[in-house]
């Protein structure tokens, strides 16, 4: 070997030890740390520190999928591959205009046995429906921990087609409503828990800031739950990858209403079905669909209205909200972290790492994934708490 090449097999190695070392520091001092707890002093956040281990932890992403982009495919992918839930039943909701939802409920969860164990309600995302990567991870969790599950499907989601020309926005929380309600009913001595995941989350936010007390549900909790649309829209059309991300997904949209086309086109609401093919981003497809069919003059009269920043303070049951410093539809700097301070009902996880419903670690990540194991523990110690009325009472610090 060569004096030269010598020098180059040495030159690599040292640039080579000395990238994996500046990696190394950046993701043990930046990337890994305690998540942030947000909480009033309240019997909420003891049972939080008390119950909630994980919350106590150094959450570390995976090494090799640590920043946002990557958090957020490559968990999706990987849980992509888990078998589907295996649903028994089927409860079909009608809805006042002629609308359908359902309820798919978990291994032979019915509600027509008389049953009080807990329920576990959950609602999915933008585009998701009961057989969502996300949920095939935790449902089987929270079934193991003494839970009937039921899984929300929207309107024209989870193999259900549209019976009217309505779909659904992140704005109007009356389905979720009618599901709520209807469990509620079916199961009057039964502490129910709902969950939101992305946009079910902003959803459910809103039913649980309009409800106040008189919400139908003992607990909640909201996962990468977006709660400035306004901004998180702006973010998600800044930067190199976010647009691409948005892009992604608002083609993905399209396709879901494109299904729909001939029911929708119905409403006679003037959208301009060609027009809207070509959209790219969320703010375009919501100019050419969402305010025609919901009655906005512009899309940030929408974002505002489904902004819910401004709404927390009214919410009057125990809720946990589980966020990512960088997700890119909600970042840090859009989070309501405020809130908490004057609403004991209130409590903000907050990783630095995580991206949108990702919450993957381990060198090998397998499920559970970290969040699916602080919505396990959550539940847990709903599922065991007497009083849950109690918890919002401050605590004097000791």
């Known amino acids: 070997m060569s004096e030269r090449v010598l020098l180059i097999s040495i030159v690599m190695c040292l640039s080579l030890a000395i990238l994996i070392g500046g990696y190394s520091i950046y993701y043990t001092r930046i990337m890994s740390s305690r998540p942030e707890l947000h909480v009033a002093s309240s019997k909420f956040k003891r049972l939080i520190l008390d119950k909630c281990h994980i ?122 409503k009618l599901a709520i309600d209807h469990v509620r009913e079916a199961n009057p001595s039964s502490k129910i828990v709902s969950v939101g995941f992305s946009m079910g989350g902003m959803v459910l936010n809103r039913y649980l800031a309009e409800l106040g007390a008189e919400a139908n549900v003992n607990a909640a909790m909201l996962v990468s739950a977006n709660y400035d649309l306004v901004n998180g829209t702006k973010n998600m059309e800044s930067g190199l990858i976010d647009p691409l991300i948005n892009r992604i997904m608002t083609k993905a949209l399209i396709s879901v209403l494109m299904e729909e086309r001939e029911m929708l086109a119905s409403a006679n609401k003037g959208v301009d079905w060609d027009k809207l093919s070509g959209a790219t981003s969320f703010r375009e497809l919501d100019e050419r669909f969402t305010c025609p069919m919901w009655n906005y003059a512009t899309p940030d009269e929408y974002f505002v209205d489904a902004t819910n920043n401004a709404r927390m303070h009214k919410i009057r049951v125990p809720t946990l909200c589980l966020s990512s410093g960088d997700d890119i539809f909600a970042p840090y700097k859009y989070l309501p972290l405020d809130a908490p301070a004057t609403n004991p009902f209130l409590a903000f996880v907050v990783t630095a790492r995580g991206g949108h419903l990702g919450f993957m670690d381990g060198a090998k990540p397998t499920v559970p994934y970290y969040g699916d194991r602080l919505i396990s523990e959550y539940l847990s110690a709903i599922r065991d708490e007497p009083d849950l009325v109690s918890l919002a009472e401050r605590q004097q610090p000791q």
């Open 55 to 176: 919350v106590n932890e150094t959450f570390y992403p995976t090494f090799w999928s640590a920043t946002a982009l990557l958090q957020t495919l490559t968990a999706t992918a990987l849980r992509n591959r888990l078998t589907n839930l295996e649903y028994t039943e089927r409860e079909l909701l009608e809805c006042p205009d002629g609308g359908q939802v359902s309820l798919d409920w978990y291994k032979n969860a019915s509600k027509r046995e008389p049953d009080t164990r807990p329920v576990a309600l959950l609602f999915p995302g933008l585009i998701g429906d009961s057989q969502s990567d996300y949920l095939r991870s935790i449902v089987p969790l929270i079934h193991a921990n003494g839970y009937r599950v039921a899984a929300f499907n929207n309107r024209g989601r989870g193999g259900m087609r549209l019976k009217t020309p309505r779909l659904y926005c992140a704005a109007n929380f009356d389905d979720i």
